[in-house]
Each structure stands twice: as structure tokens, then as C-alpha cells.
């Protein structure tokens, strides 16, 4: 017989948002209240923002939870339960070294909004309006008025040397690939796995009640943390072996777990 998991929480881009798309399908949020609905907590977990998010499932936003920017902060029924930020300097580095590399647009994540410098405000206008991003164009990412939580960089086909990135930042904060263009640096000890553990002990349930869709090495550690991981597969080599089960449509495989004909472990 197919267990009835506590909790079910999954990554966007690459899971529930196939193929670039930057909404969801018009049955998902039904689905995601019918879960709500037979007694199981939905959380989405990934790197995007959270008013971004709470657009994506307006129907239910004040009923899930949320883990976002790839762990920085994490929501329950409109509360703010985690904040992690980056040390300054740390952050400067980062800003610095990424200025550097030709073509890499620089995204800076905070709590109250997303920045971009005056050279690429084409770029934030994308996010902004294809992505659905709060966006705030400055001179400076240097001086953003508020803590740094995320720095990414984006460039068209990725930024493939993550070993570099890491061997130049990976004791002051975690380097993660966060989709297939995009590579994200986040404080130290920051993950989906970290933030969802703090949701979890907030709620009362055990990490092994739980399923988790991911794709991608930001959902690394929020696989290994629950129970049922269940990997995509388009998943990235190195991630797709983290699950138990694999799928190619994460709808399908919730509407399955509503029918009872769900996942054994």
C-alpha cells in the first residue's frame, strides 16, 4: 500500500515549470489544493522569490509554504521563520570577481527586492517583466541599501567552471548551479535542505514523512534530508541518482499520490 507522506515539497523551474515556462499549468494550484485539502502540506522550495512564488500559486499562497532563494528564507502561511544573509565583503568579492567574466549578468538577491546595476538594466527589465521579479536598478551593487542574501550570475548556456567558483568562494558561502543558466552563491551553510528543516521542526514533522521533486544541485541537500526524494529525469548528472523515484511530470506524480497510488519507502 502506497504511504501517505506528511509534507510534500518541491523545486519550480525544471519540475512543476517545464520547459522555461514561467507559469504554472491552470490545474497545478487545484492540485496543490486538493493536496492541502486530504490533509498533506505543500511547500515550494526554490530558488525564486518569494512574492514571485506567491503570484505563481495565488490561489493557495497563504495556505503553503514557502523556501526560497534557494534557502536564504523560508515562509509559513505568511510568516517569516529563516533569514540567512552574506557577510559584506564576501558579497563585494563576489560582485567583483563576477565583473570580470564578459557576458555574465550579475542578479543580486536581498529580501526586499532583486538588483541589478544601470548596465544591465535590459536584463532586469526581462526578469522583471517575463519572470515577474521585483527588480530595483541601481549605479552600484556595492551599496544595495539592504543585506546580500543570493549573488547570481547569469550567461546564456551557464557558466560551466563551478569547480572555479567554488575553489574561489566555497568556505565563505555555498556555490550551486540553480537551473541551466544560472550559477548562485549563497551564505555559508545556506540550502533548501537547511531552510526546510526549520520548517519542518516548526511544524512538528519528521524529514522521513516527507517527498521532495528536485532537479538541480540546489535541491542536493533538501533530497538527502527527506525521506521520499523523487529526482527528475532531465535531472543534472550527480542529482538524478538522489532519488528514489523518478519522474517526468511532477503533476502527474502528485496526482498519483492522491489517488493512492503513490511511493513506497
Known amino acids: 500500500m502506497a504511504r501517505k507522506p506528511a509534507l510534500i515539497a518541491s523545486d519550480l523551474d525544471g519540475t512543476l515549470l517545464l520547459n522555461g515556462k514561467q507559469s504554472l499549468s491552470k490545474d497545478a494550484p487545484n492540485i496543490v489544493r ?3 485539502d486530504s490533509g498533506i502540506i505543500f511547500v515550494a522550495a526554490s530558488g525564486r522569490r518569494y512574492d514571485n512564488m506567491q503570484n505563481l500559486f495565488s490561489t493557495v ?6 523556501v526560497t532563494d534557494n534557502g536564504c528564507l523560508a515562509y509559513w502561511q505568511g510568516e517569516r521563520i529563516w533569514r540567512q544573509t552574506m557577510e559584506l565583503e564576501t558579497g563585494r568579492k563576489i560582485i567583483a570577481a563576477l565583473a570580470d567574466v564578459p557576458g555574465v549578468k550579475t542578479f543580486v538577491a ?8 544601470t548596465e544591465h538594466k535590459e536584463f532586469g ?6 519572470v515577474g521579479f521585483t527588480v530595483t536598478v541601481v549605479d552600484s551593487l556595492y551599496d544595495i541599501g539592504e543585506p546580500y542574501m543570493k549573488i547570481s550570475a547569469y550567461e546564456e548556456g551557464g557558466l ?8 574561489l568562494f566555497g568556505d565563505t558561502c555555498t556555490v550551486q548551479t540553480g537551473g541551466f543558466d544560472w550559477l548562485d552563491m549563497i551564505p555559508a551553510g545556506a540550502n533548501k ?5 526549520i520548517l519542518l521542526d516548526k511544524l512538528g514533522i519528521s524529514a522521513a514523512d516527507c517527498i521532495m521533486f528536485g532537479d538541480n544541485e540546489n535541491d542536493r541537500e533538501i533530497l538527502s534530508l527527506v525521506g521520499c526524494p523523487i529526482t527528475m529525469t532531465t535531472a543534472v548528472e550527480g542529482i538524478k541518482p538522489l532519488g528514489k523515484y523518478h519522474t517526468d511530470n511532477v503533476e502527474k506524480s502528485l496526482k498519483r499520490i492522491l489517488d493512492g497510488e503513490g511511493y513506497e519507502w
Open 34 to 36: 486538493r493536496i492541502m
Open 61 to 66: 499562497k497563504d495556505d503553503i509554504g514557502y
Open 110 to 117: 536581498a529580501e526586499k527586492s532583486c538588483y541589478v546595476d
Open 125 to 130: 527589465d526581462f526578469m522583471r517583466n517575463a
Open 160 to 167: 560551466t567552471d563551478t569547480a572555479h567558483w567554488k575553489e
Open 193 to 197: 535542505g537547511a531552510a526546510m528543516a
